[in-house]
Nanobody, 123 residues
Framework: QVQLVESGGGLVQAGGSLRLSCAAS????????MAWFRQAPGKEREFVAA????????YYTDSVKGRFTISRDNAKNTLYLQMNSLKPEDTAVYYC????????????????WGQGTQVTVAS
């Protein structure tokens, strides 16, 4: 089992940057594919980015390509999401998730979830 705790959210002006972190418990972090999802008020949770076990393969939803970077440090059991050039439409609760299969883009395909961290981008 994996426990995930996100941090790094906050309020930022449009065009600014934030880096989210997701700390994982347990010794098996490196055996999980990881992903970031987000959920805006009144909307369904959506896929943002995913990374495979080694970190060599990544996928992004089109709306964040070129602005967001997903990465992981298996030695630190930590997942990251560097978010640059933030837009008001990026405002959402961001969740990290862990799963055994790769590649996967749907939330029901991930097994473990963090509690989420709020990102608010002001215009």
């Amino acid at each position: 089992q994996v426990q995930l705790v996100e941090s790094g959210g906050g309020l930022v002006q449009a065009g600014g940057s934030l880096r989210l972190s997701c700390a994982a418990s347990g010794r098996t972090f490196s055996s999980y594919a990881m992903a970031w999802f987000r959920q805006a008020p009144g909307k369904e949770r959506e896929f943002v980015a995913a990374i495979n076990w080694s970190g060599r393969n990544t996928y992004y939803t089109d709306s964040v390509k070129g602005r967001f970077t997903i990465s992981r440090d298996n030695a630190k059991n930590t997942l990251y999401l560097q978010m640059n050039s933030l837009k008001p439409e990026d405002t959402a609760v961001y969740y990290c998730a862990a799963g055994r299969l790769w590649p996967r883009y749907r939330d029901y395909e991930y097994d473990y979830w963090g509690q989420g961290t709020q990102v608010t981008v002001a215009s």
